[in-house]
């Protein structure tokens, strides 16, 4: 096959625009409701001295300033100036998981070590229920997106807001069992499991792990060679689908 004939797997410009379109929705509406979100586990925590929930408000302000990034990248009306942009908003949405894991676990080894003790909070167990009922669809429509258009940083937006809704189940379960059964340790343990995902979402979005990424056009001076035909195991250890390349 010659070069003339060699087609791009990646998205048509038609279709590349509305999926950027998509994600500067999904977003704002990520923005938005982590913006409350924070306000009212900070507060909830703040009263209750729960470790938890004040790290479950911080890791908001953190998705909040992830997706801030993520809008700054995708505001660029330029595809290339898009792509320029993508190495730092990762290391920016890294920073702040890593900024993330460091405060939670300094403040749940303190209250474990009886400095504190948390009370209980209905109000916690609330928004935590909330969030656990929301992010997962966010976080989805968002990593598809993300996906189809190969944006390591979109996707890596979107694990941030799947990260929120494994921290609202860890939450709702440590405020529960201190809720009903008056564990109090339940709280600082929850804020330790938030912290070890955080570390490891923070690696892989420093290292622009998660996306799936069309394979680039073929140079004109190259054949175009046929693609093997695609087996479901061909999919490789990132969940990209044969013909991508993980970021």
Known sequence: MTAETAISLGPSPARRDALTRRIRL?????????????????????????????????DSIIEVSSAAAVAWQFSARD????????????????????????????????????????????????????????????????????????SASAVADSKQTLLCTYLSAVLLLGLILNATLGWSWADPIAALVIAAIAVKEGRDAWQGKGCCAPTAHTPAHTPARTPAPAKAADADACGCKPGCTCC
């Open 26 to 58: 999904l977003v704002a509406a990520t923005i938005a409701y982590n913006v409350i979100e924070a306000v009212v586990a900070l507060t909830a925590g703040t009263l209750a001295s729960s470790t938890a929930l004040i790290g479950f408000g911080l």
């Open 79 to 150: 595809h290339a100036v898009r792509e320029a942009r993508e190495q730092r908003t990762l290391r920016i949405i890294a920073v702040s998981f890593f900024a993330l894991a460091a405060y939670v676990s300094f403040d749940a080894v303190r209250a474990l070590t009886g400095t504190g003790e948390a009370e209980r909070s209905i109000l916690g167990i609330v928004i935590a229920a909330l969030s656990l009922a929301i992010m997962p669809f966010l976080s989805a429509a968002q990593r598809r997106a993300g996906r189809e258009l190969g």
